[in-house]
C-alpha cells in the first residue's frame, strides 16, 4: 500500500497555481501523518509550491491537508484523483471547519487532530470501508507522540528550516479571539507533551537552533517554568510564538533570557481598545503595549510584531499610526494582515449576520485582500494601506531607524539582511510569510 500526502499550494489570478521558490517553513500536519503510519505502508510527501503533483503515481489512498485559501486548490486536486479512481481523505482546519463542503470532492475527512483516528481510517480503508467523517471525541492526549517525519520533505526548500529545526510542545489556547481558528482546532486549554519528551526530540535532533511551532510557548506558567528550566543546559538559542502578557511575568521573562530565547513572535494585532475588546482581545490594553514591548526587548529577546488591519475602528491612518509605533519601538521584524473572517470563527458568524461578507471565493481569503466590508475604509483602502505598511515599516530609512540599535554585530548584519530581504519581497508585493 501507498499513501501520498499533499500539501496544496493557491490558485491566483487567472486561476493559476502559486509557485514559491521556497517557503519560510513546512506546515506540521503532514510530516505528523507520515509518522502516524504503520511502517508497512509506503509514504511520500509532495508539497505543491515547489513540487508537481504526480496525478499518475499509483498510490492507493491519497491525503490532502489545507487552511482555507489552499481550499479551491485542495478540491481540485482531490477531484483529479477521484476522477482516476483514487481514494482521497481530506483534512487541516478548512476540512474541520467545513466537513460536509470538503466532502463534496473526497471520500473522508479527518474533522481536527489525527492522532486518535487515523489508525482507524487506515484499516478502513485497507478493508474497503472507510466512512465520511472521522473524529475523535475528545483531544488527543500529547504524551508519546511519534516525531514528525521531516526526513520526507525537501528541507533545503524551506528557508528557515535549516536554521531552526521545528519542535512542538504543546497545543491549544484558552484566549477566545473572534477572528482566530485555533481554538477550535486545537481546543481552549493548554495540552503539553512531557517536558523530558521534548528535551530529548530536541537532544536526538542534535540542533542547537530552535523553533517552538506552539501557539503560546509560555502561555501556560508552571510548565512554561519547567520547560525553559530543562532548556537551560542545553544551550540553546530559540525562538516562537508568545503573548504579550509575558511582559508581566519577570520570572518567565528571566528564564526565557536564560534558556537562550533570541526572538518571540507577539501578536499584538491592534493599537486600539476598542477593536481589542470587540475581537475578544482584551487581556492586555493597548496603552500598555509599549511598555510590554520594551520590557520584552529589555531582556535581550527580538520581537516579530503580527499586525492586523481592517477591524471596525479602524479608519485609512491606522496604517501610518501603526508603521510609526513600530518603528518608534524599534521592533526586529512586522507581518501585517487584512482580517479575514475564516470559516468556524466568530467573526465569521458575526460578519455572515452584518452582511458584510463580500464573497466566499476561499482563494481570497489568505489575509492579504479584503474579503468584506470595512467600516471607517473602503476595501481599495484596505488592500492597499496593507502594501504601504509593509514598504514604509521595511523602507530603508525606517529598516536604519529600527535595526542600528541591534545587540552585536553578528545579530545585527543578520537583522540588516533580513530586513532588506522582506524589503525586496514588499516592493514586489509578496509576503514574507508566504514564501518568494
Known amino acids: 500500500m501507498k499513501l501520498l500526502l499533499i500539501q496544496p499550494s493557491q490558485l491566483v489570478?487567472?486561476?493559476?497555481v502559486f509557485k514559491a521558490k521556497r517557503l519560510m517553513f513546512p506546515r506540521l500536519s503532514l510530516p505528523v501523518l507520515a509518522a502516524l503510519t504503520p511502517p508497512d505502508i509506503e509514504v511520500q510527501i509532495v508539497d505543491e509550491h515547489f513540487e508537481e503533483i504526480?496525478?499518475?503515481d499509483p498510490a492507493d489512498l491519497i491525503g490532502i491537508s489545507f487552511m482555507t485559501p489552499q481550499a479551491p486548490r485542495g478540491y481540485q486536486i482531490g477531484d483529479e484523483f477521484r476522477r482516476r479512481g483514487r481514494a482521497v481523505v481530506m483534512g487541516g482546519i478548512h476540512a474541520s471547519a467545513l466537513p460536509q463542503e470538503s466532502l463534496e470532492h473526497c471520500d473522508a475527512v479527518v474533522v481536527g487532530e489525527a492522532e486518535e483516528v487515523w489508525l482507524q481510517l487506515l484499516e478502513d480503508f485497507r478493508q474497503g470501508r472507510m466512512k465520511g467523517v472521522y473524529q475523535s471525541p475528545e483531544f488527543p492526549k500529547l504524551k508519546g507522540l511519534p516525531r514528525p517525519r521531516y526526513d520526507f520533505l525537501k528541507k533545503e526548500r524551506y528557508r528557515l528550516f535549516n536554521l531552526n529545526f521545528p519542535i512542538q510542545a504543546g497545543r491549544g489556547c484558552p484566549f477566545q479571539c473572534d477572528f482566530c481558528s485555533v481554538t477550535r482546532f486545537f481546543g481552549g486549554q493548554f495540552r503539553f507533551r512531557p517536558v523530558e519528551e521534548v528535551v530529548q526530540e530536541i537532544q536526538d535532533a542534535n540542533r542547537r537552533k530552535i523553533l517552538f511551532v506552539d501557539d503560546n510557548i509560555v502561555g501556560h506558567r508552571a510548565y512554561a517554568r519547567e520547560l525553559l528550566r530543562a532548556l537551560i543546559p542545553l544551550k540553546l538559542r530559540w525562538g516562537g510564538q508568545a503573548s504579550l502578557n509575558l511582559a508581566k511575568d519577570e520570572e518567565i521573562l528571566g528564564?526565557?533570557?536564560e534558556s537562550g530565547c533570541a526572538i518571540l513572535f507577539i501578536g499584538i494585532e491592534s493599537l486600539s481598545n476598542?477593536?481589542?475588546?470587540?475581537v475578544g482581545k482584551n487581556f492586555f490594553k493597548a496603552e500598555e503595549v509599549q511598555e510590554s514591548l520594551q520590557k520584552i526587548q529589555s531582556y535581550g529577546i527580538s520581537i516579530r510584531?503580527?499586525?492586523v488591519f481592517g477591524f471596525d475602528h479602524d479608519d485609512k491612518h491606522v496604517f501610518k499610526r501603526t508603521v510609526d509605533f513600530l518603528t518608534r519601538n524599534r521592533i526586529a521584524y512586522a507581518d501585517f494582515f487584512i482580517l479575514t473572517p475564516l470559516p468556524g470563527t466568530p467573526l465569521r458568524e458575526r460578519m455572515e449576520n452584518e452582511d458584510r461578507i463580500l464573497f466566499n471565493?476561499?482563494?481570497?481569503?489568505?489575509?492579504?485582500?479584503a474579503v468584506f466590508q470595512p467600516q471607517l475604509m473602503t476595501v481599495e483602502d484596505l488592500n492597499e494601506g496593507l502594501w504601504e505598511a509593509y514598504q514604509s515599516f521595511y523602507s530603508i530609512r525606517n529598516i536604519l531607524k529600527r535595526v542600528l540599535l541591534g545587540r552585536g554585530m553578528n545579530r545585527l548584519g543578520r537583522r540588516l539582511f533580513s530586513n532588506f530581504f522582506y524589503r525586496s519581497l514588499a516592493l514586489q508585493r509578496k509576503h514574507p510569510i508566504y514564501g518568494g
Not at 489570478?13 to 493559476?16: D, L, N, Q, V, Y
Not at 476598542?274 to 470587540?278: G, I, P, S, T, V
Open 13 to 16: 489570478e487567472g486561476g493559476k
Open 54 to 56: 504526480p496525478f499518475g
Open 305 to 307: 510584531a503580527s499586525i
Open 274 to 278: 476598542q477593536n481589542l475588546r470587540e
Open 255 to 257: 528564564l526565557a533570557r
Open 361 to 369: 471565493d476561499w482563494s481570497q481569503y489568505d489575509s492579504l485582500r
